[in-house]
C-alpha cells in the first residue's frame, strides 16, 4: 500500500542525526563546565595553602621570639603546644636545643581548612644580638620531625 509519503527514511535520518548532535554537544558542555568548575576549586585549595604556610611561618616567628625572651634558652628550653589562629587555622609546635648548646630545633604542623603545612627548621641563636639565623628550613609532606607534635 502507498501512504503517499516517498520519502520516510529521510526524515528518520534528520531526527536521529540532531538528536545525536544533541547529545555530543551536551557531552561537551557538560565536560567544559565540570573543568571549569574544578578549576575554581583548585584555585581555593591553593589560596588555603597559601594561607597554612603563612600560618606555619608566623608560629616559626613567635617560637623564635619566645625562645629569645626567655632566660632558660641558653640552658635547656623545649617547648611544645598548640595553638588556634584566627578562622579555623591550628598550629602544633615542638621546640627544643639542638645537640649542640646553640643549635635549636623546630618542628611545625599547621593545618588551614583542610591543608596541611610541615616544616623542620634548625636555627642557630648568635648570643650577642640574642637573635636566631634559621641554617635549615624543610617542608616535608608528612610531619617527620626532631620531636613530637602534640
Known amino acids: 500500500m502507498n501512504t503517499g509519503y516517498p520519502n520516510d527514511k529521510k526524515g528518520f535520518i534528520a ?17 567544559v563546565s565540570a573543568a571549569s568548575f574544578n578549576t575554581r576549586l583548585n584555585v581555593f585549595d591553593q589560596q588555603n595553602k597559601k594561607a597554612g604556610e603563612a600560618l606555619a611561618k608566623a608560629c616559626v616567628q613567635r617560637i623564635l621570639a619566645e625562645a629569645v625572651k626567655s632566660s632558660r634558652y641558653e640552658t635547656v628550653y623545649e617547648k611544645t603546644g598548640s595553638e588556634t589562629a584566627g578562622e579555623g587555622g591550628t598550629c602544633r609546635f615542638c621546640a627544643r636545643k639542638g645537640p649542640n648548646s646553640l643549635e635549636f630545633l623546630i618542628g611545625i604542623r599547621a593545618e588551614y581548612a583542610g591543608t596541611y603545612t610541615n616544616l623542620n627548621i634548625t636555627a642557630i641563636m648568635d648570643k650577642a644580638e640574642k637573635n636566631f639565623s634559621i641554617i635549615s628550613w624543610k617542608e616535608d609532606q608528612t610531619y617527620s620531625g626532631s620531636c613530637v607534635v602534640p
Open 15 to 31: 531526527l536521529i542525526s540532531a538528536i545525536m548532535v544533541s547529545a555530543v554537544l551536551m557531552v561537551v558542555v557538560a565536560a
